[in-house]
């Protein structure tokens, strides 16, 4: 169930008089449910679609339940990609969220967060431990940051309706990298669909059971680490052939999927970005 939050809460989060926000309220600018005794109540996603659409700042964001403002917010994304890889190797947990969270209230996609900076952080950190300029803990750290940071916006994404197409996706067995599907999820979420992750390193069977369980519209593998070449090839041919039998379609993305082994798979889509993949989405639901 979503967490729902009262007039003055958020009033005092944005820093405006409740009687002003209970008067946007009625006016349909900013959504809100009644509750039994008729009190008025609003999800976070409807106040962060608010705050998006307004240009309202968020003064006391502890009071919405979202990490504290620190610092200043950063007008660009390549100011953001810095400021979230400083934040990222320092282990600032609440700055780097919040940096994320500012990005997006100011209009940035999910898609340009995730492909330009954490993607763009992340690669610029890969690139300073193999250089041996860092130490390994503190590229896991930002890993756990990054979730985090992930996790907030997942909760400030606006929920899909409830006849929105179905999108599940992960990892297979031995690809233990957890942000890139964390990341496909919440695009396609950004993009209407209803997407669920189902984590990383899982067998092609239990993948399998999934696509025949939820029969989703779209199914989407994220491979960043091939051990074995063979035994990837047949896990997913035989996982492409469930999908398409039942007539789900299947992106794969990733910086393990060299052309070389692209020639050996079919696929519906390959996309190197986020941004590809929810173009190729949308292209799935317009009607032929
Ligand atoms: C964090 C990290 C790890 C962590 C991950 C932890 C976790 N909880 O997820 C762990 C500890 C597992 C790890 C281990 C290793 N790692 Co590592 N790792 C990284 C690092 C720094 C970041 C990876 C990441 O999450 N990036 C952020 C994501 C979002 O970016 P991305 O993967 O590029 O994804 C984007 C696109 O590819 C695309 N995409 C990805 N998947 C999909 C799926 C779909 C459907 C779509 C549409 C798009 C899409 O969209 C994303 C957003 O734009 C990278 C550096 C880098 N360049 O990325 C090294 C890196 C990948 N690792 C590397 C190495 C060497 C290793 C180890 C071998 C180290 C070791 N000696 O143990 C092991 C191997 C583990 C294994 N089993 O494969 C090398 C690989 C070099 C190579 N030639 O392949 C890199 C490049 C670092 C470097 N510069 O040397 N690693």
Redesign the pocket.
């Known amino acids: 169930m979503k967490h729902l939050l009262t007039p003055k809460q958020v009033a005092q989060a944005i820093g405006v008089s409740e009687s002003s926000l209970k008067r946007w309220c009625d006016r349909g600018a900013l959504s809100m449910v009644r509750t039994a005794g008729g009190h008025r109540r609003l999800s976070l996603d409807d106040v962060v679609a608010f705050l998006r659409q307004s240009g309202h700042q968020i003064v006391r964001p502890e009071l919405l339940g979202l990490p504290p403002a620190r610092g200043q917010s950063p007008a660009t994304i390549d100011r953001g990609r810095e400021m979230v890889r400083q934040a990222l190797l320092a282990g600032e947990d609440a700055q780097c969220r919040r940096i994320v969270l500012d990005l997006y209230l100011a209009g940035t996609s999910v ?1 340009e967060i ?3 900076v ?6 610029d ?3 300073a ?2 250089c041996g300029d860092i130490s ?1 803990y503190r ?2 750290r ?3 940051i ?2 985090h940071a992930l996790h907030d916006l997942s909760g400030a994404l606006p929920q899909p309706p409830l006849d929105a197409p179905r999108a599940i ?1 992960g ?1 297979l067995e ?8 964390l ?2 999820e919440l ?1 396609l979420r950004e993009a209407g669909w209803q997407a669920t992750s189902l984590g ?1 390193l899982l067998p092609a069977l239990t993948l399998m059971d999934a696509l025949r369980e939820n029969k989703p519209r779209l199914l ?8 074995d070449v063979e035994t990837f090839l047949a896990d997913f041919a035989a996982l492409h052939a469930a999908a398409t039998e039942q007539g789900t379609a299947v ?6 999927l060299s052309e070389e082994l692209r020639r050996q798979m079919s696929y519906s ?9 929810v173009s ?1 989405a949308q292209s799935l639901r317009q009607p032929a």
Do not use: K, N
Request: proline content about 5%; some cysteine.
């Open positions: 898609c995730g492909d330009q954490l993607a763009g952080a992340f690669h950190i890969g690139d431990w193999e390994i590229e896991r930002g890993c756990e990054a979730i996706g990892t031995s690809d233990p990298y957890q942000l890139p599907t990341m496909v695009a990383t989407w593998l994220s491979v960043s680490s091939i051990p992106v794969v993305g990733g910086r393990a889509a390959y996309c190197d970005t986020l941004r590809h993949m190729f």
